[in-house]
């Protein structure tokens, strides 16, 4: 698409359907008036942040292109759900909390690389079953929030989070860490309510700046003699 496409302010509806497009301009984002976009059958990948103001929209068509950003359980949602999730990317960015509560992922993004500045990061209330290798990269995140998931495992790689002071993994079904976030040296406060451990993680033995532990509503037995070294 070329760069003037920005220029058609009173364009309703779009269509290039079955084309070969692999990116839009990002002065899409102008078309205030638009209210139908069919991208059906492209080559598109991600979609610009910019389309995040195309207050307009209400039938947005991008089956058939190979996204990653928005995701696909994004997409699925719907059109003011893609809308949603660009504005949040976009406030991210703008600010380093990055709220990703309620979007349905089902998946970890696969677009995190547009997302690496975040101080703040919560994935809380989606239905993500684990978080991958690729939380490696959010080398900044101080403050990560995952609660109200379906968590099953978390990728040991999270240890690589040293700037992380604080971790909420609420209401999920985790029954064991990795023992690398013994590792998380700046951890102040974990949060595992509402999980299914039969045990205080042996690793938190090496988090000497922990300072709140909340653990109700699990399966344990007893508490180690070490947590009061801690």
């Not at 839009?24 to 910019?50: A, F, H, S, V, Y």
């Not at 970890?108 to 990061?121: G, Q, S, T």
């Not at 985790?174 to 042996?202: H, Q, W, Y």
Request: with cysteine; proline share 5%.
């Amino acid at each position: 698409l070329p760069y003037e496409i920005g220029k058609l302010h009173s364009l309703k509806k779009l269509n290039l359907a079955r084309n070969r497009l692999v990116d839009l301009q990002p002065t899409i984002g102008r078309l205030d008036q638009l209210k139908e976009l069919d991208l059906t059958d492209n080559k598109i990948c991600m979609l610009p942040l910019q389309m995040r103001t195309l207050s307009s929209l209400v039938d947005l068509r991008v089956g058939g292109n190979p996204l990653t950003s928005p995701p696909k359980d994004v997409v699925r949602s719907g059109t003011q759900a893609v809308c949603r999730y660009l504005q949040k990317i976009y406030e991210g960015n703008s600010s380093g909390r990055l709220d990703m509560g309620g979007m349905r992922l089902r998946n970890f993004p696969e677009d995190y690389h547009r997302m690496l500045d975040a101080k703040y990061f919560s994935l809380q209330g989606n239905g993500l079953r684990g978080i991958p290798d690729s939380i490696q990269t959010f080398r900044s995140l101080r403050d990560f929030s995952a609660d109200n998931n379906q968590l099953l495992a978390i990728s040991p790689l999270i240890g690589s989070l040293h700037n992380l002071m604080s971790l909420n993994m609420d209401n999920n079904l985790l029954c064991t860490l990795p023992a690398d976030i013994g590792r998380l040296s700046a951890l102040t406060k974990v949060s595992l309510m509402e999980n299914r451990f039969e045990s205080v993680p042996e690793s938190f033995r090496s988090l000497t700046r922990l300072r709140k532990l909340n653990m109700d509503n699990n399966l344990l037995i007893k508490i180690p003699d070490w947590i009061g070294s801690l």
